[in-house]
């Protein structure tokens, strides 16, 4: 039988990989030693060919140094390689390195409350960054000014430093709309992840052009100046509005579930 290592443990990101790892080596015929780890650490010895599964690479680096040793068979790999992270179309593909969504923080739960019943309009609760959320933080800022909609906004300095999960997922589960910035290096970021599983309707920065991404209902935004007529027709259709929360719930279930993770590694491997 494979086996799994995961020396992520504590990152908080490692739970739904670890899991589906589990899932995808009762699937195998071959035995594979699936090694979860932070992209610059060193790999142990193991028994079978690796499936390395490298975390926390917001640069998007080609992992050259792994794709050269015989022993590393697969590569799922946080942060899709790219030439460049501001172009969502400079994706560099390999045949043993793939992409691997973000999934969600441990603590992070869905509770299945219906779109329309939520009381919260829009949501935001993150880190204020100077160098790259600048134009962002004063549309939200003039956002905060129309008091004919509900919301909860949150700034805090540093990544992961706002309010505890529990609370975080309260808010999350009873907002319509989640607002989602680019992240502070890459495009990529968690709370993509936790407002699809959550079932929001998210509107938010374009994302690499990756299959995870290109599957996902969500309203893409250039420029933050004019996103409040975005987010206004968004909360205003609420059929098309229950469309996009089920829409999330399904594409986190097929994708980043620890079974639709397993199938889709699964997928690529015997490509």
């Not at 494979?2 to 990152?11: C, D, H, R």
């Not at 899709?80 to 043993?96: E, F, L």
Request: proline share 4%.
């Amino acid at each position: 039988m494979s086996e799994v290592i995961n020396l992520a443990k504590g990152n908080g990101d490692d739970h739904v990989y670890e899991e589906a790892a589990c899932i995808l080596s009762s699937r195998l015929e071959r035995r594979y030693s699936f090694v979860i780890n932070n992209w610059n650490r060193p790999l142990p010895k193991t028994n079978y060919p690796i499936i390395f599964i490298s975390t926390s690479d917001e640069t998007h680096q080609m992992p050259n140094d792994m794709i050269e040793r015989d022993d590393v068979a697969y590569i799922f790999k946080q942060y899709h390689p790219m030439s460049n992270i501001d172009d969502v179309n400079s994706v560099i593909y390999n045949r043993k390195v793939f992409g691997i969504p973000l999934c969600h923080l441990k603590g992070v739960k869905n509770l299945n409350i219906p779109i329309n019943d939520r009381s919260l309009d829009w949501t935001f609760m993150g880190q204020f960054d100077p160098y790259r959320r600048v134009d962002f933080k004063r549309f939200v800022d003039q956002l905060e000014e129309n008091k004919r909609l509900r919301y909860k906004c949150l700034w805090y300095e540093g990544w992961n430093n706002g309010i505890d999960k529990a609370e975080y997922s309260s808010v999350l589960n009873n907002s319509k709309v989640a607002l989602v910035p680019r992240g502070s290096a890459s495009r990529e970021t968690f709370r993509f992840f936790e407002a699809m599983m959550c079932g929001c309707a998210v509107v938010g920065v374009d994302l690499p052009r990756v299959e995870f991404y290109n599957k996902a209902n969500y309203t893409k935004i250039d420029n933050w100046t004019f996103a409040a007529d975005e987010i206004n027709k968004v909360l205003q259709d609420k059929t098309n509005l229950a469309k996009l929360s089920q829409d999330a719930y399904d594409w986190y279930e097929y994708y980043c579930s620890p079974l639709g993770l397993a199938r889709y590694m699964e997928r690529r491997i015997e490509k």
